[in-house]
């Protein structure tokens, strides 16, 4: 299991920046893919950004596409999300996940429902005042 801890989190004001962290430990397998997603008050928890293990591939959300980068740092065991023109719309909690294997793409469909991920952190909350 991958224990995985989310940091960067804060209150900001629209237009602002954060990069949020996630560092993992523990029996981190050979090669995962990692994700992003978010979970506003009262809404089901959403795909935000995905990146494979190399790095080379990312996928996003229509509704951040452009203003957020995800990245990592495999010999750090850290997955990097980067909020640029930050909206009172990204207030929400916001999780890193993990998916062995590496991929991001089935050939088919992007992984993008949270039943596609195993291992979860706790969250960051990231709230965005107009």
């Known amino acids: 299991q991958v224990q995985l801890v989310e940091s960067g989190g804060g209150l900001v004001q629209a237009g602002d920046s954060l990069r949020l962290s996630c560092a993992a430990s523990?029996?981190?397998?050979?090669?995962?893919?990692m994700g992003w997603f978010r979970q506003a008050p009262g809404k089901e928890r959403v795909f935000v950004a995905a990146?494979?293990?190399?790095?080379?591939?990312?996928y996003y959300a229509d509704s951040v596409k452009g203003r957020f980068t995800i990245s990592r740092v495999n010999a750090e065991n850290t997955v990097y999300l980067q909020m640029n023109s930050l909206t009172p719309e990204d207030t929400a909690v916001y999780y890193c996940?993990?998916?062995?294997?590496?991929?991001?793409?089935?050939?088919?469909?992007?992984?993008?429902?949270?039943?596609?991920?195993?291992?979860w952190g706790q969250g960051t909350q990231v709230t965005v005042s107009s």
């Open positions: 990146i494979t293990w190399t790095g080379r591939s990312t």
């Open positions: 523990g029996r981190t397998p050979s090669n995962y893919a």
């Open positions: 996940a993990a998916r062995i294997g590496g991929t991001i793409y089935s050939g088919s469909r992007y992984y993008t429902s949270t039943g596609d991920y195993g291992d």
